[in-house]
């Protein structure tokens, strides 16, 4: 399948506008800006009936005090209910993004879901190298947990969801809880990125569309691992490649979403695959026209259909 008409306008408009985000040649403050101007300006229309709080979770973080905001999406029709919430930790490559680049994506899967949304604003590399941002959501995580009454959520539905780099974390999260007394119904995954440390060539995908004119490129990708990790051996981390997580059944029931021309296609599909076989993979989607980064570009048709596809498999995944 080829591009669609609009993903492919988006993409000449991008690659005349800009260089590659994740460009080291870039100051990290331009690749932040960029990045900001970006999903705003693609961003689309927010829902009005939705009701956002901004909270701030502190915790303590190996002695030091650690402060992560996070913004609550509450239907503005549901009062007082106690709802099923989903937690979303973001996307950039662990150094880009922050709460209002997706904003209005939160604002558009709580009116679509009906359900409460959290986003965190975990630290970023490489001012914070791992395991600060997985600290910080970690803690978010729990922390809402302890204060769902304040909040009005169903702890008995937890949903973790997050796009690239967010769902590496989201995996990592769910990994770590598994001993824990918090129990999450599902995982979302949209396009996640899920290892860097094997060779490029080990995924097609990532030889086929990863030269730098669909957005995301190989030399992102290192990047982004150069930024995250404080040390290059720990790649092989399972918390920061999950693929190298020798056994998948002990996740939650797992939706993974990818794009046909993303460079991170294959590994989704490759880890759809693990869950699978351990009889965790809920929902598997391609979305084959498209680009990395789309779901949250709601001025393009593909967004708005891959939003209530996800939107319609979390209602389900929730019983409601």
């Known amino acids: 399948m080829m591009l669609d008409k609009e993903t492919a306008a988006l993409v000449a408009a991008m690659n005349a506008a800009q260089s590659d985000l994740h460009d080291q040649d870039i100051s990290l403050q331009d690749a932040r800006l960029g990045a900001r101007e970006m999903f705003l300006s693609l961003a689309g229309e927010a829902p009005a009936d939705v009701d956002v709080t901004e909270l701030d979770v502190v915790y303590d973080g190996a002695g030091v005090s650690v402060s992560v905001p996070v913004r609550s999406y509450r239907p503005s029709s549901a009062g007082a209910d106690v709802l099923p919430a989903v937690i979303f930790f973001h996307g950039g490559g662990w150094s880009l993004g922050d709460l209002d680049c997706y904003d209005t994506l939160m604002r558009d899967l709580c009116y679509r ?3 409460q949304f959290f986003s965190v604003g975990y630290r970023l590399a490489p001012e914070h190298k791992y ?33 690239s780099a967010g ?17 999450i119904t ?53 918390d920061v490649s999950p ?14 979403l990818v794009a046909g021309y993303d460079p991170l296609h294959d590994e989704g599909a490759q880890f759809a695959q693990r869950l699978l076989a351990a009889g965790r993979l809920r929902h598997y989607s391609c979305f084959a026209s498209t680009i990395h980064a789309f779901f949250s570009f709601g001025t393009l048709p593909v967004a708005q259909r891959a939003r209530q596809l996800v939107a319609t498999q979390l209602r389900a995944d929730l019983a409601l």
């Not at 995996?171 to 001993?179: I, N």
């Not at 030269?211 to 992102?220: C, H, M, Q």
């Open 113 to 115: 879901t009906g359900v």
């Open 131 to 163: 395991p600060a941002g997985l600290n910080d959501c970690l803690a978010a995580v729990r922390w809402l947990h302890g204060h769902a009454d304040q909040y009005h959520v169903d702890v008995t539905k937890l949903v973790l969801m997050g796009d």
């Open 186 to 238: 599902a995982l979302h995954l949209i396009y996640p990125v899920l290892d860097v440390y094997s060779p490029h060539q080990q995924y097609a995908s990532r030889v086929q569309f990863g030269d730098g004119d669909l957005l995301l490129s190989r030399e992102a990708i290192a990047n982004t691992a150069v930024y995250y990790a404080a040390d290059p051996s720990q790649v092989h981390n399972v």
């Open 243 to 256: 693929m190298a997580l020798p056994d998948v059944s002990h996740l939650p029931a797992t939706s993974i």
């Open 167 to 183: 769902g590496n974390l989201a995996v990592s999260v769910a990994h770590h809880l598994a001993d824990e007394p918090i129990a």
